[in-house]
């Protein structure tokens, strides 16, 4: 198809591929004259990829760019380019700088979950920039709801990891955990609000429970 | 204290408390004279407040304005008052556009989950808007794993809800909540990273489990 009919049936405006294409996150077409170019499912289905992470995921390009290396790189085992692609995802809101108490505490977190990622993986970094920021705020996260916090995730990780069992292409499941790792962040939040709202309600004076 | 001071004790730069104070985020200090003011220890506390809400939150200052106006705000019952200052902080990553079909699947979780909020509250929308973006990459959300999510979301609810339980004052425990959602996005989406590192580490080639 050409690059009209490829915008069409992706939704994105022809100067956006136009933007992705020389940004190097959408793959050249097959040139069929000097200023025409054929594109084919392929370029669709990496449209839809690109959309996602960054209007939805809301990632910035370099990071998108950086995610799609990994996806297309040749790989060694499915567990270790799982890893590489969600480092390469940054985890919204994690700019405060940590400290040394605050590092000392996701690592012993970390350890006493048996969650043994190496020492310089930058979501053990990330967790203790979160800590850091209720401890400024005056709302240090006490240790109890930490750990239950921790509780709760894993039990996200393993329908995380679930979501993938589905898919037996390697290309697949890439795709599958970036775009759940991304999305997932948000689909976390969206449903944290909900079940807030209701656990609120539940706790409201004038009722039992 | 000065402005000098607060600069110091806060660890904000004097132009960004300038900023603050111009934009309405920051209450403005007691005059001394026509042009020195003496801020005390609830500028300290707001500071810390606005800092985790835009640097570790990455709030934009539209919202923090929005959050801190209810925080101020004469407020109702507790309930109905963190209903309001929960709403007005937006869930990251939600820009997609949800069709017809994603949002009658937002409705129909929140009926079968019981948690009967108002059917125009945002974070419906903003649930639907993440289904669309899962659709939309060509990797939806089966039914099974929505709802094992939205458990354990419930989980997370819980603790959220406890993390209150500590304060009494009304004003701690809505700044307690803002902190709590906002810092709280970004400490789940940390701790999955690592738990799903290891989850995936359980089930790499050669492992029993």
Redesign the interface.
Known sequence: MRIAELSERSGVPVPTIKYYLREGLLHRGELTSRNQARYGEAHL?RL??V??LT????LPVAAVREVLAHVDAPRS???NL??RV?DAIP??????SPEEEDLARAQEL?RD?????HPD?P??E??A??????R????P??EE?LV????????????????LR?TEELDEII??AV???????????????????????L???GREN
């Open positions: 289905r839809s990829l959309r996602a209007d939805v995921g809301g085992s499915t567990h799982l890893g969600l985890p919204a809101g994690q700019d405060g970390v979950r048996g969650w043994n990622c993986d979501a053990v990330g967790l920039a979160v800590l850091a920021g209720y400024r705020t005056g709302h996260l006490g709801y239950r916090y921790a509780e709760a995730v894993e039990q996200v990780a393993r329908v995380d990891l679930d979501t589905d795709e599958g775009v759940g790792t991304v999305l997932g962040d948000a689909l976390l939040a969206a449903l944290r609000r909900l079940a807030q709202s209701r656990e609120s309600a706790r409201a004076p």
